[in-house]
């Protein structure tokens, strides 16, 4: 896997280290996707669609595909969750999913070089990736059951339009 592109770094750059035909829908997913972490196709194309104006769904998913492939977004899918995007891609992280809300983080692989990639038994596979979803309710949540506030509770994730 390979490292994750910089965020700032001119999408055009990306596409062609990447030897990816430059459009002008490809950019707006590189940059929407940059801008609006775990996001869905949906939300990608609107946001895109505010940068460049029309584009259509099959345009979307056919760029989102596309990038997956070439390695320049991640997909993921939180079990009862719609299919997310990405940009933060090739370092092993995992993902906080709060079970009330919705929110999704990321979170780093816990300690060391990548332990979850060691099974207990990999029946000869060449482990090379790990999808870890903790499940759980965000301190936004918990505090809202209590009635109490965190100073130093996180906003939810404001790309998922979660309260």
């Known amino acids: 896997m390979s490292?994750?592109?910089?965020?700032?770094?001119?999408?055009?750059?990306?596409?062609?280290?990447?030897?990816v035909q430059v459009t002008a829908q490809r950019i707006g997913v590189l940059r929407a996707t940059g801008r609006l972490p775990h996001a869905?196709?949906?939300?990608?194309?609107?946001?895109?669609?505010?940068?460049?104006?029309a584009i259509s769904r099959q345009a979307v998913y056919d760029?989102?595909?596309?990038?997956?492939d070439k390695g320049?977004?991640?997909r993921i899918q939180p079990d009862g969750s719609p299919t997310l995007y990405e940009r933060r891609v090739g370092d092993n992280h995992h993902h906080l999913v709060c079970s009330e809300c919705g929110r999704i983080?990321?979170?780093?692989?816990?300690?060391g070089a990548a332990p979850c990639l060691d099974a207990a038994d990999d029946l000869g596979y060449r482990i090379e990736r790990a999808e870890v979803v903790y499940w759980g309710r965000c301190v936004t949540c918990r505090n809202a059951a209590t009635g109490t506030e965190t100073r130093d509770a996180k906003p939810p994730d404001a790309t998922r339009g979660e309260p």
């Open 40 to 53: 869905t196709a949906d939300e990608i194309a609107a946001s895109v669609r505010t940068d460049i104006g």
């Open 3 to 19: 490292a994750s592109p910089d965020h700032q770094t001119d999408p055009t750059d990306v596409l062609r280290t990447r030897g």
């Open 72 to 74: 320049l977004l991640r």
């Open 63 to 68: 760029a989102l595909g596309l990038l997956v």
């Open 105 to 111: 983080d990321d979170v780093d692989c816990a300690v």
